[in-house]
């Protein structure tokens, strides 16, 4: 299992927030491209970008960021989500190195335009999926729908989505713990690998995630906790690997 720093830029800068408001921010850095360098110097095997802004506006704002760390670590895969709404933009992102670009509230309002991406650009396209109390969020989780995740899920798995990044609103920021349950919840019925995001806040979430025993869990995005010190990256890493060679001798986690 992978554990995957968040970038989360906003205005520029490298910042948390709390359960999505932009008005509940905290700012870590305003440098980009050396945050996305601490990271990788920790050992990240794949960063987590979210263009804040974009989410709110439906288009890129922070590109110019986004694209200066995808050139930097061109060996490095770069997810990138907030503001992909067409062709156009997922096009620009791959073409300037990004691996996997994360199509989130236009999933939810147009599940046919995932299917299409995945045509045109196979193997790159992720779907994050928002929740609250199991139902999905949209338009930077200022919306609630009457989608449950789980559903919508199974929906994309014969579309060749990548994998789900599932992140519950109500964990996000707050550094209350991951809910393991519905991830290993949505890793098990959804048909697609998922990667957890919300409330990955020490080494014990990183355990439970593992101990679920979903092979589906594919990675654990943490934000607040890395940047704040309540969970050192590579440690992180180091026991997500020996957990996943005990658990699988053969293929690691």
Known sequence: MLVIPAIDLKDGQCVRLKQGRMDDATTYGDDPVA???????AGARRLHLVDLNGAFEGKPVNGEAVTAIARRYPDLPIQIGGGIRSAETIRHYLDAGVAYVIIGTKAVKEPDFVGEMCRQFPGHVIVGLDARDGYVA????????????????????????????????????????????????????????????????????????????????????????????????AEGQRLCDALGHATNPQGGS
């Open 138 to 233: 949209t338009d930077g989780w200022a919306e609630v729908s009457r989608v449950k995740a789980v559903d919508l899920a199974r929906r994309f798995a014969d579309d060749g989505v990548s994998s789900i990044v599932y992140t519950d609103i109500a964990r996000d920021g707050m550094l209350g713990g991951v809910n393991v349950e519905a991830t290993a919840a949505l890793a098990r019925d959804g048909g697609l690998p998922v990667i957890a995001s919300g409330g990955v806040t020490d080494l014990d979430d990183l355990r439970a995630l593992v101990a679920a025993g979903e092979p589906g869990i594919l990675g654990a995005i943490t934000g607040r906790a890395i940047y704040e010190g309540r969970l050192d990256l």
């Open 35 to 41: 945050m996305a360098e601490r990271w990788v110097k």
